[in-house]
């Protein structure tokens, strides 16, 4: 949806944009300029040093039946998913990606992982792995807690 704003008033300061578009269809090509451009001015202070890193279980037909995916970045690893399939979990296939992604980010040089997960997820699961909530957002859908956790990574 695209519509013309002559003015808004934030904070008693009035500023003036052509035009404002919210979509719920990005297109890539604009998200990455967004990052792009937030990472150029990061850099000012830190290495622009992030890696993605992922991690797949597959079956004997090739399939990922299990996986995550992160990011290694400024000594951190960020793990933003970890799915395994129903018919793998309770199997430490979980375990096994987890410590995949920690082994490969302390080669990168990260000294300390993050990540969030919701209640009805497996805050469990990481606290029997080491990591420690840090912090909690309340006020999800059917009550649920965002939980962000940390784990010291260590050799």
């Given amino acids: 949806m695209k519509f013309p704003i002559s003015v808004i008033k934030l ?17 890539v ?18 290495e622009n040093d992030v890696k ?3 991690v797949y279980i597959r079956n004997n037909q090739g399939e990922i039946t299990a996986g995550l995916t992160a990011k290694t970045y400024w000594g951190i690893l960020h793990i933003e998913y970890l799915w ?3 018919t793998l979990r309770n199997k430490k296939i979980g ?5 995949s992604a920690e082994i490969e980010a302390i080669k990168r040089g990260c000294v300390k992982s993050t ?3 919701f209640s009805f997820q497996a805050v469990g699961f990481y606290k029997k792995h080491g990591y420690c909530v840090i912090g909690n957002l309340s006020g999800y859908t059917n009550d649920q807690t965002r939980h962000y956790l940390e ?3 260590t050799k």
């Avoid at 904070?11 to 297109?27: A, D, S, W």
């Avoid at 998200?31 to 830190?46: A, G, P, Q, V």
């Avoid at 375990?95 to 410590?99: M, Y």
């Fill in 11 to 27: 904070r008693e300061i009035k500023v003036r944009i052509m035009n404002v578009e919210i979509t719920k269809n990005p297109n």
């Fill in 52 to 54: 993605k890193l992922s």
């Fill in 115 to 117: 990540l969030d997960t």
């Fill in 95 to 99: 375990s096994k990606l987890l410590l």
């Fill in 151 to 153: 784990k010291k990574l």
């Fill in 84 to 86: 395994v399939s129903e």
């Fill in 29 to 46: 090509e604009n998200d990455d300029f967004i990052i792009n451009n937030t990472r150029k001015y990061n850099s000012e202070f830190l």
